[in-house]
């Protein structure tokens, strides 16, 4: 695999670097929106939509009643946790354009079948993302593409994802889309890239993520 691939790739709260000042909004001032970002609105209609295709996705893949419940039980931030990740896509992609980087479907599909190889096929890729990170089969490609946007951002800055450098970026690109979030799902530390009240990740960690899990 391309040392690229390679590279662990994480968002926790662990994690101490600079990240993009997300700032709390009332309803008043944004009635509707679980978030704004570059003046665009994430409505919280848009947001229930994205933790529906989780739970459907969910429902389908564990028909037993008991195992859902499970695994909605597994998934009980799955509504701030995806805003969080709804942002912070934006976030990298506008870092990304700023730095110049570009991503082409080839890339994405490589990606798509390295992994697929190593988790034993489509379905089960499609089956480990669902259970591992709460992205729908549907939602694959969109986030493969950002995990290859992460990896290139990273290298244009000479540096990896692990690296203040690559948080720095982040960081000023959030400050550019002068983000505000509904105060409703969470608050946000900028000294830690992530909401004060859960640890959500991001940016996967693609070496190993496709693999099916064992007991």
Not at 1 to 6: C, I, L, Y
Not at 48 to 69: C, F, G, I, L, S
Not at 166 to 175: C, Y
């Amino acid at each position: 695999m391309h040392r690229r691939r390679r590279t662990a790739l994480l968002l926790t709260a662990a994690l101490a670097v600079a990240a993009p000042l997300l700032t709390a909004c009332g309803n008043e001032a944004h009635p509707g929106a679980a978030a704004v970002v570059g003046g665009q609105r994430i409505t919280i209609a848009q947001l229930d939509n994205r933790v529906d295709e989780v739970r459907e996705a969910q429902r389908a893949a564990v028909p037993d009643d008991a195992q859902y419940e499970q695994a909605i039980a597994r998934t009980g931030s799955l509504t701030r946790d995806t805003l969080h990740s709804m942002v912070l896509d934006q976030v990298l992609e506008r870092a990304a354009q700023d730095a110049g980087v570009t991503v082409t479907d080839r890339e994405v599909q490589q990606l798509r079948t390295e992994l697929q190889d190593q988790a034993g096929g489509a379905d089960a890729l499609e089956a480990a993302w669902l259970q591992q990170y709460g992205i729908p089969p549907q939602r694959l490609d969109d986030n493969l593409r950002l995990q290859v946007t992460a990896q290139k951002l990273a290298e244009q800055l000479g540096t990896d994802t692990s690296r203040p450098e690559f948080w720095q970026a982040l960081s000023a690109a959030g400050k550019k889309l002068d983000i505000d979030l509904n105060p409703r799902y969470g608050t946000w530390d900028p000294e830690k890239s992530s909401r004060v009240d859960a640890t959500t990740p991001w940016v996967r960690d693609v070496t190993n993520a496709g693999a099916p899990q064992t007991a």
